[in-house]
């Protein structure tokens, strides 16, 4: 199993501005992904973090907007750039440890860009 | 495409009564499926996997290649099930699952 935290809970932002999240894993995990949860609805894949290389951003997601670094095996962070209302959503870290293919969630962060 | 359809967004029954959560699936290979769970005000987290054929907290759910269908049910509901379940096939090959727009239960007294 894998139990993570992520920083900050919540946060209100004014557009323009840019905020990191972080997300802490109490194992070392080869796979971490960042996950985009609008109000409403389902989780939209923004990117997977691998250590030691870039993250694999998914279409119509690109770095420049939500750079995401991966220190070591146990960090991530993700930066969500020059927002707008449209940013505005909950985002979540995930990991996948690998013994059975099962992820496990962080308790997200709920971004308000005003 | 890989893609995941849950058709009910809103799903309410009565305690005591049948429940059954569907998910159909477009995918290319053989994807692993599992059922998330989202409770009010907890994470995400797993219900149930495919390849394990187990029954959690009464919950069941059957893969159906032949229909491409992964559906979750429950014969006798409790008012505790009452939160928002998300099918999601894994693609083993990319390493990636794909959720579906998720189905909110709600189990009356």
């Known amino acids: 199993s894998a139990v993570i935290s992520q920083k900050p809970s919540r946060d209100i932002c004014q557009r323009g501005t840019s905020l990191t999240i972080q997300c802490q894993v109490d194992s ?27 993250a694999t951003y998914e279409s119509g997601f690109v770095i420049d907007k939500f750079p995401i670094s991966r220190p070591n095996l146990t960090f991530s962070t993700l930066t969500v750039s020059n927002m707008s209302p449209e940013d505005s959503s909950i985002y979540l870290c995930s990991v996948r ?18 | 495409a890989q893609r995941v359809t849950q058709p009910e967004k809103l ?5 005591g009564a049948p429940v059954e959560l569907k998910c159909n699936y477009s995918y290319s290979g053989s994807p692993e499926l599992f059922w998330y769970v989202q409770y009010s005000r907890q994470r995400l987290q797993l219900l149930l996997r495919h390849i394990s054929r187990e029954s959690i907290k009464g919950f069941t759910a059957d893969l159906n290649k032949g229909e491409t269908s992964f559906h979750l049910k429950k014969p006798f509901a409790q008012e505790e099930d009452s939160a928002m379940y998300y099918c999601a096939p894994l693609n083993t090959n990319a390493g990636k699952s794909t959720f579906g727009d998720g189905t909110t239960l709600t189990v009356k007294p």
């Open chain 1, 28 to 54: 070392q995990v080869t796979m971490m992904f960042w996950y985009r949860q609008q109000p409403g609805q389902s989780l939209t894949l923004i990117a997977t973090a691998n250590q030691g290389s870039e």
């Open chain 1, 97 to 114: 440890p690998g013994t059975y293919n099962e992820q496990f969630f962080g308790p997200g962060t709920r971004l308000t860009v005003l």
């Open chain 2, 11 to 15: 799903l309410s029954v009565f305690k």
